[in-house]
């Protein structure tokens, strides 16, 4: 006849008991005697979350290929991500209207003027004097609405790009190698490369 032994309920919690007893002294023989130092306690699992720093707040925001920029509340620029030709390091100051292209970037300052920063290889980021009020970027030329309403294209002019067309207009927008601006009548005029209409 085979008898079945287990050990009693009263048995197993007194190896637990004994084993709990072990643990806290091994854990705890080496802390130190100063109770205001930190010790460590790996049986904590305790986690603290530290406040983040004020995150800045923003009024308008430019995307590039690679890079974005915006203006914050105070009006300077901040951009971020691939710093190609110090497209990320924006010119200091104050700024209403922002533009980003693949490889430069165009603000108009406080004082209505342009700055541009970034690859220069076909003058874009040269901007002409005077006032403006709307500004737009592609990958190789600028435009800007002047004061006056009036048009003024710089950089790549391959196609045609950089030769606005005369009249007074309110909205603008560029692509790689053609522009279209709304007039002061709500028209539209397009002018640059024209292979598909």
Do not use: F
């Amino acid at each position: 006849m085979t008898t079945n032994t287990k050990p009693s309920t009263t048995t197993t919690l007194l190896y637990v008991l004994v084993l709990c007893v072990l643990t806290l002294s091994s854990c705890t023989k080496n802390e130190p005697d100063n109770p205001t130092l930190p010790v460590a306690r790996p049986w904590l699992t305790t986690t603290t979350t530290l406040p983040l720093p004020p995150l800045p707040t923003y009024t308008h925001i430019t995307a590039g290929s690679v890079h974005n920029c915006g203006i914050t509340t105070n009006k300077t620029i901040t951009c971020w991500g691939r710093n190609n030709h110090g497209l990320t390091e924006p010119p200091t100051g104050t700024y209403t209207h922002i533009t980003a292209s693949d490889s430069h970037n165009c603000a108009i300052a406080t004082d209505q003027t342009i700055k541009c920063w970034g690859l220069n290889n076909y003058g874009q980021t040269e901007p002409p004097t005077g006032t403006y009020t709307h500004i737009t970027a592609s990958s190789n030329h600028s435009c800007a609405i002047a004061t006056d309403q009036t048009i003024k294209c710089w950089g790549s002019n391959a196609s045609g790009q950089a030769e606005p067309p005369t009249g007074t207009y309110t909205h603008i927008t560029a692509s790689d190698s053609h522009n279209c601006a709304i007039a002061t009548d709500q028209t539209i005029k397009c002018w640059g490369l024209n292979n598909y209409g």
